[in-house]
């Protein structure tokens, strides 16, 4: 069968389901990240209602503790990360000029599996409330004496979805080494897809241990386990090692890429080539390396020791070196360029600055003494906020505003988008800059009130309306998404913004096979390369021929549902009364897992072929 004929007896649903396309799974990420990012958004403004005045009774101190887990559970885990899959799946493969990612199949997997493990979290709220131990899951509040079913729900809900974000990262490691267009080298590969590269590297190695220690805790919890219990002979400092050995690297695995977003979108809107690009490379490789050699400043007030403290101190301090070099290359990008400054342009100039005061506050944080008198304190909440709103988040827009054109065929509406900027950083800076001040005068985090007189309600108040206004610029930008899908003209050509690297050589709206002939690099920045030194398109490494595509497949669908009635099966275990034996619904999960994992297996799946006739009509229309 060809591939129209293919395509079109699918039904639209159908066809979503079944998709291994990374173009279309990119999609599946942005709308699942962004659903949970309004959830996760919707839960902080709760929690700054209750904290606008003193002694508020808006929510009462469990709600609140079930809030706060859940909004940074949910803010890291289901929101910030799938958010930049979304971006790393549409654009990778098209800037290293491949028609996929190296394994179709398992991107496809990868997405469904982290969708239904952020699903068997989320269903926490119908079974007795969400967890609360706070997003840290510190045991002993999070061992079966203290937390309840949410707690479960926490373990196994971040275990799946866990897994679908490690194959995803071993997927896009395998397709950026082994799939880059000819004449692509390493060193002529966008920064995106450096950090892209760096950040799933990271992942496999962050994310193996969160999956150990949640492994620990849920024996604990569901099957009596003593491996973070003191009075049976385990050691509950041991988990905050166990975590923070990943949720340190988890920031830079937020972070680089938003670097490379940064790094796209300055040099697109300066009219200029990336100053120090191979500094920039090596900067990246430093900070996830050093990553990895900082995470006891989470653990400054355990006791570890005076010199255990200090080498860790060192080494917290030594990150800002490679940072500051990205800092300034971004800044000497922009220096004597032709500037234009669209919404994609204010988000990621506006990110340099803010992230810079993030940075700033986080080497304070690093002196162990400072850290003893701030820890706990409003001034952290303000310093991590300022890094992953005031960095990741900013470059997240940056991103959507760039490449929006590329994956929706239009661009969003300017002016929209250029209220919703000034919206979001007024809001956002009114939010958290404040909390330094309120950290300083001694306020403590995830407290859920506070007293009278004690010179905190002014600070709060500015701090709450603050939260409002973001929220309002969130509610712009999806306004501006609805509007410009019906009155926004289409874009037609392949490179609304004269940008620089490949993607934008591809026609709009992009073939599902991406590039009817596998491009030649000849450059850093090859799009730019030819445009100035060839004839504006890219020669082609190959010639026009057949092309191989694969088929799609409903069984990653159904290994991420077999996962999630597995997980829940497994928390029915700590159910005081259940409708069905959990042993029954833990062995459905299993026999939908394992028997899509059989039969994929055992079912040869060669894919199919666009015939060459059709590659040329398709070229045609397109052109």
Request: hydrophobic fraction near 55%.
């Amino acid at each position: 069968m060809s591939t129209a004929a293919a395509t079109k007896n699918k039904s639209v649903l159908w066809d979503w389901l079944t998709t291994v396309d990374h173009k279309k799974l990119a999609v599946l990420y942005l709308i699942a990240g962004t659903l949970f990012f309004i959830k996760a958004g919707m839960m902080a403004l709760f929690m700054r209602i209750q904290l606008m005045s003193a002694e508020n009774d808006f929510l009462t101190g469990q709600t609140f503790n079930e809030l706060i887990t859940m909004h940074g559970t949910i803010m890291l885990f289901l929101a910030a990360t799938p958010l930049i899959f979304a971006f790393m799946n549409f654009v990778i493969p098209l800037q290293i000029g491949a028609r996929d990612v190296a394994f179709p199949f398992v991107n496809a997997l990868g997405f469904w599996i982290f969708f239904f493990g952020g699903l068997l979290l989320s269903t926490s709220w119908f079974f007795g409330g969400g967890p609360d131990a706070g997003w840290t899951a510190y045991v002993p509040l999070s061992s079966g004496e203290y937390a309840d079913l949410g707690l479960d729900f926490y373990v196994l809900g971040l275990q799946v979805s866990g897994i679908g974000t490690l194959v995803s990262a071993i997927n896009f490691i395998v397709t950026i080494i082994n799939m880059r267009a000819p004449g692509m080298t390493m060193m002529r590969m966008p920064l995106f897809c450096w950090t892209g590269l760096v950040v799933s590297i990271l992942i496999v190695f962050a994310f193996t241990p969160l999956a150990a220690g949640l492994a620990l805790l849920m024996l604990d919890r569901l099957f009596g386990g003593q491996f973070f219990i003191p009075d049976m002979g385990g050691n509950a400092v041991l988990w905050q090692h166990i975590f923070w050995i990943f949720g340190h690297p988890e920031v830079y695995i937020l972070v680089l890429p938003a670097f490379g977003i940064i790094s796209e979108v300055i040099p697109a809107f300066s009219r200029k080539r990336l100053f120090g690009y191979t500094a920039m490379v090596f900067a990246t490789l430093v900070i996830a390396f050093l990553g990895f050699m900082v995470w006891v400043h989470h653990m400054f007030t355990v006791g570890l020791g005076p010199i255990t403290n200090s080498v860790f101190a060192i080494a917290t301090m030594g990150i800002a070196v490679p940072t500051g070099i990205k800092i300034f290359n971004w800044l000497f990008t922009m220096w004597g360029g032709k500037l234009t400054f669209n919404t994609a342009m204010l988000c990621a100039s506006s990110f340099v600055p803010t992230f810079v005061l993030g940075g700033v506050t986080g080497v304070m944080l690093a002196m162990v003494p400072v850290d003893y008198l701030y820890h706990d304190t409003y001034f952290v909440v303000a310093h991590f906020h300022y890094i992953i709103i005031g960095g990741i988040v900013l470059g997240l827009l940056a991103g959507t505003y760039y490449w929006y054109p590329k994956m929706f065929g239009h661009k969003l509406n300017e002016k929209l988008g250029i209220l919703m900027f000034w919206l979001f950083y007024i809001g956002f800076h009114m939010t958290f800059f404040i909390q330094h001040i309120l950290g300083l005068i001694g306020m403590p985090r995830r407290v859920y009130t506070y007293l009278e007189g004690q010179g905190m309600e002014t600070m709060n108040l500015i701090s709450s309306i603050g939260s409002l206004v973001m929220g309002a610029a969130i509610l712009v930008l999806v306004i501006n998404v609805v509007y410009s899908a019906f009155t926004a003209e289409r874009i037609t050509v392949n490179d609304p913004w004269d940008a620089r690297t490949l993607e934008w050589s591809t026609p709009t709206p992009i073939p599902e096979y991406n590039f009817a002939q596998t491009p030649q690099v000849r450059s850093l920045d090859p799009w730019f390369y030819e445009k100035v030194h060839g004839d504006g398109t890219m020669k082609p490494a190959e010639p026009m021929q057949e092309i191989h595509m694969p088929n799609g497949s409903i069984l990653p669908f159904v290994i991420g549902l077999g996962l999630y009635i597995w997980g829940f099966g497994m928390i029915m275990l700590n159910m005081e009364s259940t409708i069905v034996t959990p042993f029954l619904v833990i062995g459905t999960g299993v026999v939908l897992t394992f028997g899509s994992m059989l039969i994929r297996s055992i079912k040869e799946d060669h894919g199919y072929h666009i015939p060459l006739e059709e590659v040329k009509k398709i070229e045609r229309e397109v052109s």
